[in-house]
């Protein structure tokens, strides 16, 4: 059976919730000021990567640009290919993160920031909490643009770790943050303003909140809001945490989704709702229609740790010390850095809780801290949860990775495994 098979399902509309639409005019008034930062010498800025705590920046008035975002935009607008090309021609190798690679070709190329392309800050920061490429990735552009980098050594929690080395590792990581603040004065003449930290950490704690809330009614049958909302609303956890534009855009989508749920409403109506899934990994940006074609076979994806770790609840703090003890647990503890074992109970926890049927998972060239492991977790989801799990080979913005023949005809084949699963289960259930 092939995509153009006149078996294949009626393409469905891609459905959202009225509030997502609001999302291109937040990524509008961001581009915005960050061109603005660009103009204006007395304005300063800095790259930032995931994981990375941006409130720091926020904190201390200093404009982040996220290279990891822009990337996306870059693989969005289906250009991200020349742009790895152009880095692979510089010597950067195939296996390198394609993040990476987008980003130093969007850098050269002065690609526009609305196609994905990033402005020279004024230092850059990072850490080694999720990968080592971040760190060895800024090294590189921070060389070559000949601008400071600050890189905060973040400790791995391993499965063994005691809680008194916990608390030491902590103790380390506040011990750097207050010497980015020196770093900060060193380079920009900003000194920090502890009201306006903690006013910034307060707002970070209002956004997770409300992410956390909007996450938990993806629960319902039929869920709420689909993989096409969650997949933008990212944008606000990855560089708007601590400032208020972000909290008013989560305000208006949990009102919707409230009121959808109470009058049973589903981003597909609850009959069509065949199958709930989970989808672990990095989206591929260039195709993101694969995902919104599931709608199609009745599939709707209901949890994405992907887009969950970016709101990871930080708690409601009054003062810096409380504070900085929420900032260096937030880059100690990330759930795309759980240890197997860790996210094998993770996993199953989810599966339970968001009542889903079958997981989707990526393997991305690209990414060895997302696809680590999956074969193991692969296995103990369909042993222990007697669930199928797909696992495919793509990259997250290389479309040179992605055969769409070959995934269309697996996609049939997990659709054609998880009705048969549904239907076991049925029997199964029935004869209990
Ligand atoms: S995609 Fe993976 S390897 Fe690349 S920067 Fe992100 S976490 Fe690191």
Same mark, same amino acid.
């Given at each position: $059976? ?15 919730? *009225? ?13 915005? *000021? ?65 993040? %990476? ?142 400032? *208020? ?38 989206? $591929?940006?260039?195709?993101? *229609? ?36 929420? $900032? ?67 990259? %997250? ?17 997990? %659709? ?17």
């Amino acid at each position: $059976m092939t995509a153009n098979s006149s078996t294949h399902p009626p393409r469905k509309l891609v459905k959202t919730l *009225k509030s997502s639409k609001d999302i291109g005019n937040l990524i509008k008034w961001y581009m915005l *000021k960050a061109k603005i930062a660009e103009l204006l010498p007395w304005k300063k800025s800095a790259w930032i990567t995931s994981s990375t705590s941006v409130e720091l920046l926020w904190g201390f008035d200093i404009f982040p640009l996220h290279p990891e975002n822009n990337a996306c935009i870059a693989g969005a607008r289906k250009i991200s290919q020349d742009l790895i090309e152009h880095a692979e021609s510089l010597g950067y190798s195939r296996d390198i993160c394609s993040y %990476m690679k987008t980003n130093v070709g969007a850098f050269d190329k002065k690609i526009s920031i609305q196609m994905g392309g990033i402005a020279k800050p004024d230092f850059v920061v990072t850490s080694g909490t999720i990968c080592d490429t971040h760190v060895k990735w800024f090294q590189n552009q921070a060389r070559r643009m000949d601008v400071p980098i600050y890189v905060f050594d973040v400790p791995h929690i391993v499965n063994n770790t005691s809680r008194s080395t916990k608390n030491r590792y902590k103790g380390y990581v506040i011990d750097q943050i207050y010497d980015f603040f020196d770093f900060v004065e060193d380079t920009v003449g900003k000194k920090l303003n502890e009201k306006k930290l903690i006013k910034t950490w307060q707002n970070s704690h209002r956004l997770t909140d409300l992410w956390q809330k909007i996450y938990n009614y993806r629960k319902k049958v039929p869920s709420p809001i689909g993989f096409a909302d969650t997949l933008g609303d990212i944008f606000p956890l990855v560089i708007l945490p601590g400032i *208020k534009k972000g909290i008013k855009y989560f305000e208006n989508i949990l009102k919707e989704v409230e009121e959808d749920v109470a009058l049973g409403k589903g981003i597909l109506p609850k009959e069509e709702e065949k199958y709930r899934l989970m989808f672990e990994g990095i989206p $591929m940006w260039y195709r993101i *229609k694969f995902f919104h074609q599931l709608m199609n076979y009745g599939a709707v994806v209901t949890y994405e740790p992907y887009t969950f770790s970016f709101g990871p609840y930080r708690p409601y703090v009054d003062n810096l010390e409380d504070g900085l003890n929420v $900032m260096a647990e937030h880059l100690m503890y990330q759930p795309y850095i759980y240890n197997l074992s860790d996210r094998i109970a993770y996993f199953k926890d989810v599966i339970k809780q968001y009542h889903i049927d079958g997981v989707l998972l990526h393997e991305n060239m690209s990414c060895r801290p997302s696809c680590t492991g999956l074969y193991d977790l692969k296995q103990k989801i369909q042993q222990d949860l007697g669930i199928p799990v797909l696992l495919f080979t793509c990259d %997250m913005n290389d479309p040179r990775a992605y055969a769409a023949e070959q995934m269309q005809t697996r996609i049939e084949g997990f %659709m054609e495994v998880l009705a048969q699963n549904k239907k076991y289960s049925k029997i199964q259930k029935a004869l209990d």
